[in-house]
């Protein structure tokens, strides 16, 4: 179990990002910032845990480039877009990490930790220890376990995943649901 009193602003917060900011589409990718809708109340929450974490990284699985449906140009265009809207509501992201590999077995596609370790090398204070990943899928929860650190799950896509799981330590409605058990904390 997490206990959320002992997060301080040391920590850093590992972000999924489809069906955690936004709406996941069904068996699909979002191709372009008019198919990226924010869940509601992201935006506040993304204010609250700029306020509580040190750093904030995104780490996404973006099988679509793999596939050829999509390039990393356009991806770049919606990380821009939602990064803008994101500081313009008062949060922040400070890195986004992607892997567009088709291959399950590669280092950086979750559940694989490499994103975690390039964003270490990145930000070399964090300390994955005190770092937690918040995901919608367990592949989110196995890479947060694969790089030693903390794991939030949201049930915004899978609400009746049976609970207890032992990958999970905190499972949580949606990202405010988590901003507002925080800031209680």
């Known amino acids: 179990m997490l206990d959320l009193r002992q997060i301080d602003n040391s920590w850093t917060l590992f972000l999924d ?6 709406i996941e589409k069904y068996q699909d990718y979002v191709y372009n910032y ?8 992201v935006l506040d929450a993304m204010r609250i ?16 480039i793999g596939k050829g449906l999509m390039t990393d140009a356009d991806l770049q265009q ?4 939602m990064v803008q809207d994101i500081e313009a509501a008062g949060g922040r992201v400070d890195k986004i990490y992607y892997c567009s590999s088709i291959d399950n077995n590669h280092t950086h596609r979750k559940p694989q930790p490499g994103m975690a370790f390039d964003a270490v090398k990145d930000f070399p204070l964090i300390d994955l220890r005190k770092s937690l990943i918040v995901g919608n899928n367990l592949s989110d929860m196995e890479f947060g376990r694969n790089a030693g650190m903390h794991t939030v799950f949201v049930q915004t896509t899978h609400p009746d ?8 330590d905190l499972a949580v409605l949606d990202l405010p649901a988590f901003a507002k058990a925080l800031q209680g904390a």
């Open 78 to 81: 919606i990380h821009d877009r």
């Open 34 to 41: 008019g198919e990226f809708h924010f869940y509601e109340g």
């Open 161 to 168: 995943l049976s609970l207890p799981n032992a990958l999970i």
């Open 17 to 22: 990002r489809d069906g955690v900011l936004n």
């Open 49 to 64: 845990l700029a306020t509580r974490f040190d750093r904030i990284v995104i780490t996404t699985n973006q099988k679509g």
